[in-house]
């Protein structure tokens, strides 16, 4: 016996057979038994709206390694240590150092990019990070992780002095702003080759 066999004479039993009949007499000539005809998905779903400029002016604050996109204002390195206090030693720790997030601070090793060799080595700001302008992208960005975006541009640029300054990158009485901060060099970039592919 089939298995429509089956499912015909399991309907007729019960009662069904009249639905049976319903649902063969939909079912397209060819269709197989029991597998459920596919429909074309709508051009549009009806659903939603087009982002108005000022949306996506919002959220269009890409920091690029040049230093693009930075906003006014300026920071320092003292103004930024009370922030972080405040802010962001819950995750890494009194100096940037103790955790139990990433650690932020730390310069060694100095030479070479031993990383791969030893995963073990923590990837900090002053010995990993290629660009000081994306430290303030990545912070402004998403802390903190409680409320992403919160900080001002003036907590970002004070809090991105005080983690240059930390990890031995500029001067304790330095300011940064959107013309200083592109020119700090910091240890990593030569081993970070720019993506120059075209998107498709």
């Given amino acids: 016996m ?20 319903v649902v063969a007499a939909q079912a397209p000539a060819g269709a197989a038994p029991g597998r459920a005809t596919p429909t074309a998905a709508p051009a549009r779903l009806g659903i939603g709206r087009p982002a108005t400029p000022a949306e996506i002016s919002a959220l ?7 230093g693009t996109g930075l906003p ?15 802010r962001c030693s819950g995750c890494h720790g009194k100096t940037g150092k103790e955790g139990p997030n990433d650690v932020l601070v730390g310069a060694q090793p100095r030479e070479g990019f031993p990383f791969s060799k030893n995963p073990a080595i923590p ?19 998403a802390m903190p992780p409680d409320a992403p975006g919160s900080l001002s541009d003036a907590d970002v640029y004070n809090l991105t002095a005080f983690l240059l300054n930390a990890n031995e990158l500029i001067a304790a009485d330095a300011v940064i702003d959107a013309t200083t901060l592109p020119k700090v060099t910091m240890p990593a970039r030569e081993h970070f080759v720019p993506d120059t592919r075209k998107r498709q």
């Fill in 123 to 141: 990837h900090t700001i002053g010995n990993y990070w290629p660009y000081a302008t994306t430290v303030f992208d990545y912070i402004r960005r």
């Fill in 60 to 66: 269009d604050d890409d920091v690029m390694p040049d």
């Fill in 72 to 86: 006014p204002g300026s920071g320092t390195p003292a103004a930024g240590a009370t922030i972080f206090a405040a």
């Fill in 2 to 21: 089939t298995r429509a066999h089956v499912v015909l004479a399991l309907a007729l039993s019960t009662g069904m057979g009249a639905l049976v009949g």
